[in-house]
C-alpha cells in the first residue's frame, strides 16, 4: 500500500524528510530539484552512499544546470524532491575538493503538475503545497517509495481507505478527484462515486 493508514495520526516513518549523516555541519539550501537520469551507489568502509546527479525543478533545464551530490540517503528518483543541501568540502590526494552533500529530502511535486494532470480529466484545481490532500500524498509517497500509479492501481478497499484518510480534512477533493477519474478511465473502482465524496 502508498500510504500507510495511520500516517495521519503518527511521527512520519524515517525515510520522511530522511537526514544524511555524512557531516555535522549546519544545511546551508532547501530548494525543489527534480532528479536526474544517473544514481550511481558507491560502497566506503562497508557503508553505501550515492552520488546523485539532479536539476532545479524549472521548466527548461540543460546539461549545464545539473547539479552532482553525494548522500548516504536511498531516495527515489520518480518525482521531484525537496533537498536540504549542504556546500562542503573534502581533502582527496592533499587537494580540496568542494562537494555537495544532500542532508535532507521528501517528495515535492510541483501543484503545477497535479493541475496539468487534473486537466487531462476536465478538472479544474488549484493545488497549494499546504493542502491536506498534497501534504497526505508527499509523506506517502516519501515515505514508501511507491508511485501514485500504484496509487491508481490498488484495490478498490485499500483505495478507499487510502482516499478517506487522505481528505479527512478536506470539503472538496482535488487531487484525489483527478485519480478518482484515472482509476475509472483504467478500469479501476467506480467513477461518479468518487469523483466528489468526502
Excluded at 113 to 136: G, K
Amino acid at each position: 500500500m502508498l500510504v500507510p493508514k495511520a500516517l495521519p495520526h503518527v511521527t512520519p516513518p524515517r525515510r520522511t524528510r530522511a537526514r544524511s549523516s555524512i557531516s555535522a555541519k549546519p544545511p546551508t539550501a532547501r530548494n525543489p530539484y527534480l532528479p536526474g537520469s544517473k544514481t550511481r551507489p558507491f560502497f566506503v568502509d562497508g557503508r553505501i552512499y550515492y552520488e546523485v546527479t539532479f536539476y532545479r525543478a524549472v521548466n527548461k533545464v540543460n546539461k549545464t544546470d545539473r547539479i552532482i551530490a553525494f548522500t548516504d540517503i536511498d531516495m527515489t528518483d520518480k518525482y521531484s524532491a525537496m533537498l536540504t543541501l549542504q556546500h562542503d568540502a573534502m581533502n582527496v590526494l592533499d587537494q580540496t575538493m568542494p562537494i555537495t552533500v544532500i542532508r535532507e529530502w521528501e517528495v515535492s511535486i510541483r501543484p503545477c503538475e497535479f493541475d496539468n494532470f487534473a486537466r487531462l480529466f476536465d478538472i479544474l484545481t488549484d493545488i497549494r503545497i499546504s493542502f491536506p490532500e498534497y501534504v497526505y500524498l508527499m509523506r506517502g509517497l516519501t515515505a514508501g517509495f511507491g508511485s501514485l500509479l500504484d496509487l491508481i492501481d490498488m484495490p478498490d478497499d485499500e483505495y478507499k481507505a487510502t482516499r478517506a484518510e487522505g481528505t479527512s480534512l478536506v470539503k472538496t477533493p482535488q487531487i484525489f478527484a483527478a485519480l478518482d477519474q484515472a482509476r475509472a478511465s483504467r478500469g479501476c473502482g467506480k467513477k461518479a462515486a468518487m469523483t466528489n465524496a468526502p
